[in-house]
């Protein structure tokens, strides 16, 4: 095997789903080129290059060198395409311009595409979607979840010490208009239970700039955020709340410690359920329009009088889904408390206090504990390996 070229584009999957197969590639193929492509979209915060970098990988390209790669269309070595995020015709465009086989992972049934080699699923449920949208059954295959990967080989930090961990995310946009917002509810919540500890978890994704912006609580103060200042490892929130700073490389050691997360949907919702960690999972609408959006309505959006339309369609969008974080969508119940729509961080205190209590956590954690799930590096690793090229 000459080279592997990986294919990725969200945090999510990033920070979860590409760490495990890179380093399990690397360890069965010491002499194999491997090059990532970041397909940076929308949600990017444009330090994925920065992150990625901490993986043992020969290259890393984005956008640039991948269309160069298309443009090139050679044919004279051994490889293979994986798609780990993205848009499954990448990786068969990829796959055309080089002549290797093209392979894809997903949790969305709906990312089969026909001209795959194999289709790459965590579990039964999302093999059945898959069949549903007709997926080839010969070339569908359930290897299990790369997240359960990511957790199992994270190095645990000492002692995080914190209750409540706020998890704002890691795009910026989520950033500017939730730290500040989460601050508050922190606040409010040590107001009426005192002794409760607090942890921020820092993306490695966010940049200095970007924290400065959320920090100034100039996009959250309109509905009820605060403001907050950093000293030495710690924030120092608007009235006096200190909320340790917490690595992002910390994070599953936190999650293990903690009792509640405040977060927005995404990867990190599958984090906390593997880590067995109540949430409460935030979808402030009090801005749609600045909600970035998959497909054409985000760039609708970006043209005059398109902050209008893409408000509306978000609006409408939203009472349709039923789940929001993933636990939730898998289980098919409210695992999770989900905050949608226009309220305050006394909302969120609340829902948040409900979910401290021994009843709450209970029942949370013994429902979290019946998901679907399994590592799948090793499997798909093997799979890939193993298909006749």
């Known amino acids: 095997m000459d080279e592997i070229l990986l294919l990725t584009n969200g945090p999510g999957e990033l920070s979860t789903w590409v760490p495990p197969v890179v380093r399990r590639l690397r360890e069965r193929l010491p002499q194999t080129r491997l090059e990532l492509f970041l397909i940076a979209d929308q949600f990017a915060s444009g330090q994925e290059r920065h992150k990625a970098r901490e993986l043992p990988l020969d290259a890393i390209g984005e956008r640039r060198e991948l269309l160069r790669r298309l443009l090139s269309r050679s044919h004279k070595r051994k490889g293979l395409v994986l798609m780990l995020g993205g848009a499954p015709r990448d990786a068969v465009l990829l796959a055309r311009a080089t002549g290797y086989p093209a392979f894809s992972y997903s949790f969305n049934?709906?990312?089969?595409?026909?001209?795959?080699?194999?289709?790459?699923?965590?579990?039964?449920?999302?093999?059945?979607?898959?069949?549903?949208?007709?997926?080839?059954?010969?070339?569908?295959?359930?290897?299990?979840?790369?997240?359960?990967?990511?957790?199992?080989?994270?190095?645990?930090?000492?002692?995080?010490?914190?209750?409540?961990?706020?998890?704002?995310?890691?795009?910026?946009?989520?950033?500017?208009?939730?730290?500040?917002?989460?601050?508050?509810?922190?606040?409010?919540?040590?107001?009426?239970?005192?002794?409760?500890?607090?942890?921020?978890?820092?993306?490695?994704?966010?940049?200095?700039?970007?924290?400065?912006?959320?920090?100034?609580?100039?996009?959250?103060?309109?509905?009820g955020g605060v403001s907050a200042r950093l000293r030495e490892g710690w924030l120092v929130s608007e009235h006096g709340?200190?909320?340790?700073?917490?690595?992002?490389?910390?994070?599953?050691?936190?999650?293990?410690?903690?009792?509640?997360?405040?977060?927005?949907?995404?990867?990190?919702?599958?984090?906390?359920?593997?880590?067995?960690?109540?949430?409460?999972?935030?979808?402030?609408?009090?801005?749609?329009e600045l909600i970035p959006l998959e497909g054409l309505l985000h760039w609708v959006g970006m043209l005059p009088g398109g902050h209008w339309l893409k408000r509306q369609a978000i609006l409408t969008a939203e009472p349709r889904i039923a789940h929001l974080a993933l636990p939730n969508q898998w289980l098919g119940e409210r695992v999770y408390p989900e905050l949608r729509g226009v309220f305050g961080p006394e909302s969120v205190a609340q829902v948040g206090l409900d979910l401290l209590s021994p009843q709450q956590q209970e029942h949370v954690r013994s429902r979290l504990q019946t998901l679907e799930a399994w590592p799948g590096a090793e499997a798909l690793v093997e799979a890939i390996l193993n298909h006749p090229h």
Not at 261 to 282: C, D, K, R, W, Y
Request: charged share 20%; proline share 7%.
């Open 109 to 223: 049934g709906g990312n089969w595409h026909p001209q795959l080699c194999r289709f790459f699923v965590d579990s039964q449920r999302t093999q059945a979607e898959a069949l549903r949208r007709g997926a080839d059954p010969r070339r569908l295959q359930v290897v299990g979840n790369l997240v359960l990967d990511a957790i199992a080989e994270a190095h645990l930090a000492p002692y995080i010490g914190a209750d409540v961990l706020l998890f704002p995310g890691s795009r910026p946009f989520a950033a500017r208009y939730l730290l500040g917002f989460m601050l508050r509810s922190a606040e409010l919540m040590a107001q009426q239970k005192p002794g409760l500890r607090f942890a921020w978890v820092r993306s490695r994704l966010l940049p200095d700039a970007v924290v400065e912006e959320a920090l100034a609580a100039g996009g959250s103060r309109a509905f």
């Open 241 to 288: 709340l200190e909320v340790r700073v917490v690595d992002e490389a910390s994070r599953y050691s936190a999650m293990r410690q903690a009792k509640l997360a405040l977060t927005i949907p995404g990867t990190n919702t599958l984090e906390m359920a593997f880590s067995g960690l109540p949430a409460v999972v935030l979808l402030p609408l009090h801005k749609p």
